[in-house]
């Protein structure tokens, strides 16, 4: 299973950016999205990991308090990828962004060892 995030970067402060995942190397590959959800999380230096959104298989998206308003999951089931779309970036949300592959439980998506399969990582960068 291979999860190949792209898409970060530098902006300054109110800027977007939109990062991918790509998801690959499963059986019925095609039908990935289908059945595994797919979330964002995120690292600053020195702080813990945080999950920043989810979208589940049904399609139910969920968000962390402080992005809520300002980003965006979404999923092209076809292409087998995963969006997160980042309005009105602030330099707090500069970070290196995962995106990760599983089916945790109900209402424990920010629990990151609940989630088997990882992508490298993409920084984003928001200046002031």
């Known amino acids: 299973v291979q999860l190949q995030a792209s898409g970060g970067g530098s902006v300054q402060t109110g800027g977007s950016l939109r990062l991918s995942c790509v998801v690959s190397?499963?059986?019925?590959?095609?039908?990935?999205?289908?059945?595994?959800?797919i979330a964002w999380f995120r690292q600053a230096p020195g702080k813990e990991r945080e999950g920043v959104s989810c979208i589940k298989s049904s399609g139910n998206t969920f968000y962390t308090d402080s992005v809520k308003g300002r980003f965006t999951i979404s999923r092209d089931v076809d292409k087998n990828t995963v969006y997160l779309q980042m309005n009105s970036l602030k330099p707090e949300d500069s970070a290196v962004y995962s995106c990760?592959?599983?089916?945790?439980?109900?209402?424990?998506?920010?629990?990151?060892?609940?989630?088997?399969?990882w992508g490298q990582g993409t920084l984003v960068t928001v200046s002031s």
């Open positions: 190397g499963f059986t019925f590959n095609h039908y990935a999205l289908n059945y595994y959800a």
């Open positions: 990760a592959v599983g089916r945790p439980p109900f209402g424990r998506w920010r629990d990151a060892d609940l989630w088997p399969y």
